[in-house]
């Protein structure tokens, strides 16, 4: 396999950003329609232009996807190309998060409720990290847990 270059993401990327999110967005409430894919695509540019997004990339491609907030201390969305699973990638983009944010403040991050069948992974890859269950919420109409990470 190839290397895999975790760095920002710019601008220029946002074509092969937009292709991985294509490629998962049936895995993220709130991906299900054109409109809400171009106000994404807005909002990942409004990322890109705060220094708050970040990207794997493998031979040119984006394979793995990271947007935070440094203000709210929050892992906003984060995706990996299914080909590129079981390959840390997720895992280097939440160390590089990491270093972005305020030591002093815990982070969160919210995904699909206990007993989701399309969370599992997740939940089990935010436990694997340090990240708690915390409250329960709801996002883009579907009800969701936030994860805790205490620092």
Not at 65 to 92: M, N, Q, T, Y
Not at 103 to 117: L, N
Not at 127 to 133: A, C, P, S, Y
Request: glycine share 6%; hydrophobic share 45%.
């Amino acid at each position: 396999m190839h290397d895999v270059e975790i760095s920002p993401a710019h601008p220029c990327d946002i074509e092969r950003w937009m292709a991985l999110v294509d490629q998962v967005k049936a895995a993220f409430p709130g991906l299900e329609t054109v409109e809400a894919l171009a106000e994404h695509r807005r909002t990942v540019l409004d990322f890109m232009e705060r220094n708050a997004a970040l990207c794997a990339k493998c031979d040119g491609r984006i394979v793995g996807a990271l947007l935070f907030s440094r203000e709210d201390s929050v892992l906003c969305f984060l995706a990996v190309d299914p080909g590129f699973r079981r390959r840390h990638i997720a895992e280097k983009l939440v160390q590089m998060m990491l270093h972005h944010l305020d030591a002093d403040r815990a982070v969160t991050v919210t995904t699909y409720r206990e007993g989701a069948p399309e969370g599992r992974a997740a939940r089990a890859f935010y436990r694997h990290l340090g990240f708690v269950e915390g409250r329960l919420t709801e996002e883009f109409g579907s009800p969701v847990q936030e994860f805790v990470l205490k620092r």
